[in-house]
């Protein structure tokens, strides 16, 4: 007989909850003061230019948007697909989902020619572009996964949990779908011009997900002293394991089939062996720190057992996932079009033919760490207000309503 | 319509009104004083009847964006550029003045009404010409300045300005 | 005064300007017959029609190397200022010197909009600000741009530029500002006004190498169609199956 889990919210007086508020508010004020200071000047001051058009921030929010569907997985696999032991943790994935998602969009908001405009943004919709479609299923998931969130927490919707789960799973597929076609669409570039973009994208959100799931839940827990057993813990990093080999496999893919077209030849020795700085991320930080590393760890006999190298294992996979992405997006733009593709370059005023340069400036890493805390503070205001957190998720506990 | 925009018509049409009691009996003797030095002074009418601009100017400039915009329709009644070349002013010293500047014709009332457009970040807000037309005489010279354009010098505007300017003192 | 009086008034005004309109036509015949694309130009009062399709044939084979009167042209025009930093100026028309991998043959040419018939940007587009008129020429429209640069991601040309810095000084008939995309407008506001010819091509022709010339695609009389007909032109990129409204020859 499965036993009640029991939830609470941070209730009384919690000297932690205000410092990690007051730190989050101090980054978050920083990022908006970046983004107040490119706006204000025009974005000339930041590293981006007329070649590499899309810089720190959208590798910032991409990364967020791709991590918060990925975030839902958990939730997921108790609702849709029926695993008990992944009930109680299901509430703070759903939750992770939405703050992440509002974090990622209020950095591409912000580093917008025209933030002020955003009422247009909202009104006039051209159907044919993906981006527009993204708006809306980037809506959509908010909403669909608040309600999911009330089907959990509303014993009377307790009925509904099943079918809002499964909305917002489907849901969120779409949404990576979506979110990966945008690189899938451009196909001027030789960079995106991949059909594998879309479920790279998604898997890559499974994995990215869950790193910052399993930090939230260690931290989450740590902080209000709640008991959090092994037997979750090391459930959630196998998975994780799995998630990552599947990334590698993918990448591997991706280039593999790339080598392939005679066209893509260019591009793929840009990114595999003399791209400079897309080359060394693309080995140091997607192989290697976000691939192998973190495999190696998981898979470790004494260290895939040690918290700290799990918590370990998945900031390597947070820091790797930033550089693919990073190597998606910048480096994608970096390479040059292939305007002529029958001739060579030789002069051109407006950098044709030579690979963009581009530095991140510190108001977009600014910008992009406020966006990251502003979803880690929506994550803390919830739990601290509403039940998200189970009381405990020790081993007895997690036995017990398995069983 | 957005609730802003709303709540922002509602402000504006009371304060439209205050504006015409105003118009109506303090500036009863010379309603026209503000548009001393510009063109306008020298005209009878703005494109619409004078009431109707005061409230709805901002409908007709909209409605000549999207035509201009999406179709191509380049009529002048509506659009911005006529009503900057018609309405702006020289400054003490002497220089064209920015149309939406402290005091100047489009702030004047926006100011009052805490309207804020941001038409001028990319509009020019005086009448500008780039610095060499290849061809004098061209049909820009005609668009932008009317009926002067045939006596148009290189310098552009300023000169088509002083020539309406002392055809406004011969009246 | 009455509305009708007003309307009065603007019919005068209206039909004073045309008539100094004609009056232009009949002084300077030679040329704005030689720059004119189509025979007739569009009223003022009559919106762009799909029977027009406006487009730009190069002739790289005339363009001189080292000459960069069309992009001196169209920035002066346009009122585009060399702020000291290339990587964010705007630039809507640039010069590049190109060599076949092949033969080693240099060519040198302009490049900009190539106001394609399907064209990516516009595709890509969230607000639909991007948009192509009726006649054939991609525009931004800079009202409903929300400044996401997706379209610049899309252009298989490099075509586009955004706009970094506040900007001051505009020309009238061309707004630009901070934050927004821009490109080539194929000199619309000229075009409109029944010029029927860009500045960067009546600068050309100034320097007496007229290798680009503007004019109606879908009018089989005009001088661009004749020329597209008479000898082998290419798009570029033509793999993309963009029908570009640019179109060049000698390359």
């Known amino acids: 007989m499965a036993t009640q889990t029991h939830y609470r919210s941070l209730m009384g007086p919690s000297p932690g909850f205000y410092k990690l508020m007051a730190g989050l508010i101090a980054v978050i004020m920083l990022g908006m003061g970046a983004a107040y200071y490119m706006e204000h000047n025009g974005h000339w001051v930041t590293g981006m230019t007329n070649q590499i058009v899309w810089g720190m921030p959208h590798v910032f929010a991409i990364f967020l948007i791709v991590a918060a569907s990925g975030a839902l997985n958990v939730a997921s696999i108790s609702s849709v697909f029926g695993r008990k032991m992944y009930d109680p943790l299901a509430r703070l994935s759903a939750l992770l989902a939405i703050a992440l998602l509002i974090g990622g969009l209020m950095v591409l908001l912000l580093d917008l020619g025209r933030p002020d405009r955003l009422i247009i943004a909202m009104t006039y919709y051209n159907f044919k572009s993906i981006f527009a479609w993204n708006i809306i299923l980037y809506s959509g998931f908010v909403g669909i996964v608040a309600v999911y969130i009330w089907t959990m927490m509303e014993h009377k919707m307790h009925v509904f949990k099943k079918a809002a789960g499964t909305a917002a799973f489907i849901w969120r597929l779409m949404l990576t779908t979506g979110t990966g076609s945008i690189f899938g669409f451009l196909v001027a570039r030789q960079g995106y011009d991949a059909a594998i973009m879309a479920p790279m994208f998604i898997i890559m959100s499974f994995s990215f997900g869950l790193a910052i799931y399993i930090l939230t839940l260690m931290a989450s827990f740590n902080w209000t002293d709640r008991p959090l057993g092994d037997a979750v813990l090391l459930r959630l990093k196998s998975l994780l394991g799995v998630f990552v080999a599947a990334v590698l496999y993918f990448v591997i893919v991706q280039h593999v089939t790339n080598l392939y077209a005679t066209e893509h030849h260019a591009v793929e020795r840009f990114i595999l062996v003399d791209g400079g700085i897309y080359t060394f991320l693309f080995w140091a930080g997607t192989i290697l720190v976000g691939g192998l590393l973190p495999l190696a760890v998981v898979y470790h006999p004494t260290l895939g057992k040690s918290r700290q190298w799990i918590g370990i294992a998945c900031a390597m996979v947070i820091a790797g996932g930033m550089a693919t992405i990073y190597v998606i997006v910048i480096g994608g733009q970096a390479f040059p079009l292939p305007i002529f593709p029958d001739k060579e370059i030789i002069e051109s005023s407006f950098f044709d033919g030579v690979v963009g340069s581009y530095t991140p400036s510190l108001p977009e890493i600014l910008l992009g760490i406020g966006g990251v805390a502003v979803s880690a503070a929506v994550v803390a205001v919830a739990a601290k207000v509403l039940p998200f957190l189970p009381e405990s998720l020790s081993d007895e506990v997690v036995d017990a309503s398995v069983s | ?171 | 005064m009455s509305v009708e009086a007003n309307i009065n008034q603007y019919r005068r005004r209206f039909l004073g300007q045309a008539g100094v309109a004609t009056a232009a036509v009949a002084t300077v015949p030679l040329t704005s017959l030689l720059a004119s694309g189509s025979a007739q130009a569009k009223a003022l009062d009559e919106p762009a029609s799909s029977d027009n399709r406006w487009g730009m044939l190069v002739d790289a084979s005339k363009c001189a190397d080292g000459c960069k009167a069309c992009v001196d042209a169209c920035n002066d025009e346009h009122g585009l200022e060399d702020l000291g930093r290339p990587e964010t100026d705007a630039q809507w028309i640039r010069k590049v010197t190109i060599k076949d991998k092949a033969t080693g043959h240099i060519d040198t040419l302009p490049l900009m909009c190539q106001h394609c018939e399907t064209a990516p940007c516009v595709d890509v587009c969230p607000t639909g600000a991007s948009m192509r008129r009726a006649d054939g020429i991609v525009l931004v429209d800079r009202h409903t741009c929300i400044g996401c640069r997706y379209c610049m991601m899309a252009c298989p040309y490099k075509a586009r530029s955004f706009v970094h810095e506040v900007l001051e000084n505009q020309v009238t008939h061309q707004p630009r500002g901070k934050g927004c995309v821009e490109s080539c407008t194929l000199c619309v506001h000229k075009l409109d006004a029944g010029d029927g010819s860009t500045a960067c091509s009546e600068a050309c022709a100034a320097e007496g190498h007229h290798a680009i010339i503007i004019g109606d695609l879908k009018d089989p009389n005009s001088d661009i169609s004749r020329q597209l007909r008479a000898s082998p032109t290419r798009q570029l990129r033509a793999d993309l199956g963009l029908n570009t409204g640019v179109r060049y020859k000698g390359l």
């Not at chain 2, 179709?71 to 920015?98: F, I, P, W």
């Not at chain 2, 002067?148 to 010098?153: D, F, L, Q, R, S």
Request: aromatic letters at 8%; a negative charge.
């Open chain 2, 1 to 171: 319509m957005s609730f802003a925009g709303s709540f922002r018509q509602l402000v504006g049409g009371l304060f439209v009104g205050l504006l015409l009691v105003n118009v109506g009996t303090v500036l009863a003797d010379d309603a026209r004083e503000h548009l001393i030095g510009s063109k306008a002074y020298t005209e009878e009418a703005c494109v619409e009847p004078t009431a109707d601009m005061r409230k709805n100017h901002m409908e007709y400039l909209f409605h000549q964006r999207d035509i201009t915009l999406r179709e191509g329709v380049r009529t002048k009644q509506h659009s911005l550029a006529e009503c900057v070349a018609c309405h702006v002013k020289k400054d003490d010293a002497g220089e064209l003045a920015n149309i939406n500047g402290d005091g100047q014709f489009c702030q004047s009332c926006h100011n009052f009404a805490s309207v804020s457009i941001d038409c001028f970040q990319c509009h020019a807000a005086v009448p500008r010409e780039p610095k060499h037309r290849h061809k004098l005489g061209t049909s820009q010279m005609k668009q932008y300045h009317g009926d002067h354009a045939n006596k148009m010098t290189p310098e552009g505007v300023n000169s088509s300005f002083a020539l309406w300017e002392t055809m406004g003192e011969q009246q």
